[in-house]
């Protein structure tokens, strides 16, 4: 497709030559060549010469004559010509005189956009088929099928049972003629699979997408584009089904066929390339994932040029899976490469710059870039209002709601840089919008409530984030039922809100409840209790009650472990929180080993520069102080407050923790002048007027408090 003028120039030097020199099968693939590049008037002549070939040597009443006046007509139609692919349409129709080709004349219909017209002739056909050949014939089957994908073109939503029940027939026709296996059932199994995926009836989906499959690998072998596309279309399901390790064995399946068959280079090795590194993201193998995106960068590059929109999408994913890694400057320099395309492609204002720009402006919120991401969330902001403004009077339902996601954005930065009167009205017009676009008893509104909970709280107004803590649960409660999981989730964060105002006894049976109710859905021993487990060791090491959270912390580390494997971050972040309740109950000589652990596990996961590992450094370097070990506690302070500086900026409260913890450490060396110095430095910090930290956004000191007990008195 990329060399389209090659392809005219072919064709152009093969009309000069009358086409005497070229065969009938290289015509058809110059023709098709023509029709991919979009040469629909060369591709046109072309066609028009295998026509006459096609007559001259089988005659106008061969099937062939009739199949050469349909691509013609197609030609004609995609070019607007609709009467003259009428009249090659009808004569088609002439040609053919076996009854399986009398629905061809719905084409005629169907192109004139007379498509409901043409359900009763549709209906007339299949009873004529039922009384001449009876109703269990294949060629019946077909005209089910045919019905049931013109029902789905015009009522895709009234006619789902009427649909379902004609895929159903036609499927149980085939498989009564030809058996459960042979490849002439696979439009039928494509067709009604498709049709439960869409309906979310995902299981009974699954099984036939595995038959397809199954007849593909018999049928064309382990090595076509076929298998190819029907490995897709299973692991899409499996993918949405979250079973994400063999929808990722599938698609690698698939990009190892189209890699042989197309060559490392094409196309549709780039779409495979993307479904691979979405899988990898998926199953939080984000560096596995980078390697991925950036292959399909390259590809894209080399296929559609550096400056393509697609490259720029692309950027963007790469960017995702960077700052999942903690890696954000880089991400930041891809999400602005991204933009820079996109306005060179479009125009500095496209509705096209808003999402990348607000992922740009929460890239640089994470490095507490606060002025900076203030500009492009409002920049993103200002799209979406023009946006809207641009639709006024027409249905923008999902243009409002993305108005209101960048609200929510520009919120946050608000709220980082103190400014809480502005960061609130962005939260309540994010609600405003979803009241009015969704209902005030909407989905969208208890997510509204809960943000809103979020903020009072890290503001510390806790009576009004109890108030939206409770909305939100009430909302969805009633939507979605007392076991609904994000109910659930407000819930424990509920629970934590009441722990921090010291309200034990109200929160214990919050925990517990949301504990029993999971426990009794998933088992004792399913990876979906473990936050709730995580909740409730919250709620008990808050009491000081360190042996109860501690059998709780176990459950979670054996839980998450058989879940994920021994290698995966959530691992190392169930070692974290174990080890620090072996801390607080003064077992040393146990804790240290875990925290090594989940270090280990860390710079696998994530790299050696990333926060987490800063945070494990900065624990076992504590721990090590506690121990009266301050002489080996101290590299590994430096080496924490290096990866901090390097990852979050020099003036980030988790810097000022790192600052201070080295010179109390300092100190306990006898070098009080190196620890001034430290200290002086996390006081400037602490002395700022806006801070943000561990995804609080605070005002001054608060930030360096959050900071503190975030280190070295709560669970990671």
Known sequence: VSQAGDVRVVAAQAMEDGFGTVETPKLEALRQLLELTNALDVAETVQQRLLEETARDLGKEHSLYATQLEELAGLREKQGNVEGAEQLYRESVAVREVLITKLDRYRVMEMQGKQRASLPKCDSAIAEFEQALGDDHPQLAVQLNRKARLLQFLDPLETLEEVETLYRRSLAIKEGVYGLNDVRLSPELGCLAQLLRDVGKLDEAEVLWRRYVQIQER??????????????????????????????????????????????????????????????????????????????????????????????????????????????????????????????????????????????????????????AKRHATFALEIRDGVVASMEGQPAHSEHCLLADACLGLGHILRAMGESDDAMRQFKRSMRIHCQECGEESEEVANDAYELAKVHKAMGIYDQAERFFRQAADIRQSLFGAEDPSTIEILRSMSALLCDMEKYEEADPISRRVLHINERKYGRHNIMITADLNSLAQVLSAQGRYLEAMELRERILAVETKHYGEEHPQVAAAMNNQALLLKKLKRFEEARPMYERSLALREKVFGPEHPDVATSLNNIAVLLMDMGKPAEAEPLQRRALHISEKALGTEHADVAIRLNSLGTLLNKLARPREAEELYQRSLEIREKPRQLCKGQLLDGTDAYKVALRHEVGNVD
């Open 219 to 372: 049928v064309v072998g382990p090595k076509s584009p076929d298998l190819a596309m029907a490995l897709d279309n299973l692991a899409s399901l499996l993918k949405l089904q979250v079973k994400y390790k063999e929808s990722l064995e599938l698609y690698q399946r698939s990009l190892s066929i189209k890699e042989l068959v197309y060559g490392e280079n094409d196309p549709q090795v780039d779409a495979a390339v993307t479904h691979v590194a979405e899988l990898l993201a998926a199953l939080n193998e984000y560096s596995r994932a980078e390697d991925m995106y950036i292959r399909s960068v390259k590809l894209k590059r080399l296929s559609l040029g550096p400056g393509h929109i697609a490259v720029a999408n692309a950027l963007v994913s790469v960017a995702g899976v960077l700052e999942h890694q903690g890696k954000y400057s880089k991400a930041e320099e891809h999400l602005m490469s991204a933009l820079k395309i996109i306005a060179e492609r479009t125009w500095a204002e496209s509705p096209e710059m808003a999402a990348p720009s607000s992922s740009l402006a929460r890239v640089l919120l994470k490095q507490d870039k606060l002025d900076e």
